[in-house]
Structure formats: structure tokens, C-alpha cells
């Protein structure tokens, strides 16, 4: 039996390109279903179309939080997974002390956001430290910065990318070995509980599937092969 909701709502709508309003129809179609049945009253729904420039304002979320501060309503967000990576979005939100709820991670809650920044910021700055020793050891062998060398570029990005899902398969093997040890053994099941644990994928999504969890297995036990 579906939830049903009380009280009154604001919803936030975010979507950029040209698919906006198909994005947005998309958006409000599960805002209605979330609110499915009992004594609710949506207020307003703000829309927001993103720019490069302007991710950083977001003055619809702006106006959306200051009208669930003024009418004591829940914040309904239809699309919080790559909104909770942005630190401006999170501080906005947590000093708002508004009461939310997220429609594709709905278990997410105050911590729960914090922690999506705090490693959404920390994998942000590991990166650019990466990076940016690669590039001077690039420069420090003598090859010119730029694209002398499509080659080089190329080798360089496949060697960061690799490197980054190496890390990530490390970190995330030992939560799939205790999964395991549960009784959860088929690649689905642990597709699901990663997903009920909210732990995110590699490229930071919400949604595991069976091929995601065999790629972190296969990749973590070969790299153990080559360590022993």
C-alpha cells in the first residue's frame, strides 16, 4: 500500500538543455505520484532551468526554500543526487532548516546530503591533485603542456580514469565481501542492497545494476592477483 502525505508542499523542478520541459513534465508526473492520496496541498512548483553561470544562484531553489521557511512546508526535491555533490546547494539547504524530501533517494536526510558532499568535494580535490601532478611530470619530461601529442593526452586520461576506478573498487569490494557474507549472493541482490545502503556508483549514481557490482568484483580480485 502506497505512503500517504499530509501537510503542505513546495516542489523544486531542475533540468537544463534543450529537454527541459520534457525533463520538467517528467518531473512533476513523480511529484504527484510521491504525494499519491491523503490531506496534502501543493503550494507552488519552482522550476529551474541551469546554466553553467548560474548553477551556482539557483534563485528558483532560492525561492523555493524561503517559501517552505514562510509557510512551515516540506521542500519536495525531484532530483537531489547530483544537487547534493554542490556545496553551495548543501549550505543553502542545511542553514535553511527546512523539512525535505527527495524523490530518487528517499531515504536521504540531513547526514545523508552532508556525506554526499563531503565525498562528491573530497573525490573533487584528490582528482585535481592527481591531475595536476600528471601534467608536471608531463612537463617535467620534457613534452610540452597542450596537444602535441593527442597520444600522450589520451594515455594520460585512460591512466587517471583507470587509477580512479581502481580506488573506487578497493573502497567498495569490502562492503560487497560483508553483502556476501549476509547470505546475499546473487549479483542482483547485491545490486540491491548496495543500493539500499545508499552507496553510490562509480560515476555517482543512485542505481547499481548486476554489471556494475561484476566489474568492482572482477576488478578488485585482479588487481589482489597482481599484488601478491
Known sequence: ?????????????????????????????????YLNGGDWKLLDILKEIETGAGKSRRPQLVAAISLCTEEGATLLLAKLEHLAK?????????????????????MANDETIELICQMAQHEHDRLSKRTKAALAAVKAAGQKLGNPNPDAGLKLGRA???DQADKYAE??????????????????????????????????????????????????????KINK
Do not use: C
Not at 548543501?90 to 527546512?98: A, C, Q, R, T, Y
Not at 565481501?177 to 560515476?203: F, K
Open 171 to 224: 573502497k567498495v569490494y569490502p562492503i560487497i565481501q560483508e553483502i556476501r557474507r549476509s547470505g546475499i549472493v546473487t549479483l542482483r541482490a547485491m545490486a540491491d542492497e548496495l543500493m539500499a545502503r545508499e552507496i553510490l556508483t562509480p560515476l555517482g549514481k543512485s542505481k547499481w545494476g548486476p554489471e556494475q557490482v561484476k566489474k568492482i568484483i572482477v576488478r578488485q580480485q585482479q588487481a589482489e
Open 86 to 106: 554542490d556545496v553551495n546547494f548543501v549550505d543553502k539547504l542545511l542553514k535553511s532548516k527546512v523539512k525535505f524530501a527527495a524523490l530518487d533517494l528517499p
Open 160 to 162: 587517471i580514469r583507470t
Open 1 to 33: 500500500m502506497a505512503e500517504t502525505h499530509t501537510g503542505d508542499y513546495v516542489a523544486y523542478l531542475r533540468a537544463h538543455g534543450v529537454d527541459a520541459e520534457t525533463e520538467f513534465i517528467t518531473q512533476e508526473k513523480s511529484v504527484r505520484k
